[in-house]
């Protein structure tokens, strides 16, 4: 929780990917992004072939005040190639590790690069 809160109160980084360890039991931290990493940095790191948790600081333009702003993003990866108990094992430890990171203003869940394309992501944002 401590990298998140870097993210989430420091700002000083940008992203967080996380990974189910290898027996499935524990959801660990992958890969931090330095803070103003690209978001097509982030998408690299989403695998078409496994799945993965994420967070993202998304900065964007307020359409009703112009302002900038940020908000926190979760994101579900589960690729349509991924394995079947891999999928069911990450969509049913979702809710536990979202309950941990107060903050997050909303979720994306995706299966393919269009799914969390970036103005989708910021037009669910701006929704919220």
Same mark, same amino acid.
């Given at each position: ?12 980084i ?14 660990n &931290?992958? *890969?931090?992004?330095?803070k103003?990493?690209?978001?097509? $940095?982030f998408?690299?790191? %989403? ?8 967070v ?27 394995? &079947?108990? *891999?999928?069911m ?6 809710? $536990?590790?979202?309950?941990? %990171? ?11 690069q ?15």
């Amino acid at each position: 929780m401590t990298v998140f809160n870097n993210l989430k109160l420091k700002h000083n980084i940008q992203y967080i990917i996380y990974k189910m360890n290898d027996k499935m039991t524990e959801i660990n &931290v992958l *890969e931090e992004g330095a803070k103003n990493a690209p978001y097509e $940095e982030f998408l690299t790191k %989403l695998p078409e072939d496994s799945c993965r948790y994420a967070v993202y600081d998304v900065e964007f333009t307020d359409p009703k005040t112009g302002g900038q702003r940020n908000k926190i993003v979760f994101y579900h990866w589960a690729p349509d190639s991924c394995k &079947v108990r *891999e999928k069911m094992i990450y969509a049913s430890s979702k809710d $536990e590790l979202k309950k941990r %990171l107060v903050g997050v203003a909303t979720e994306v869940q995706g299966s393919d690069q269009g799914d969390v394309e970036l103005n989708a992501v910021i037009e669910r944002v701006n929704r919220v």
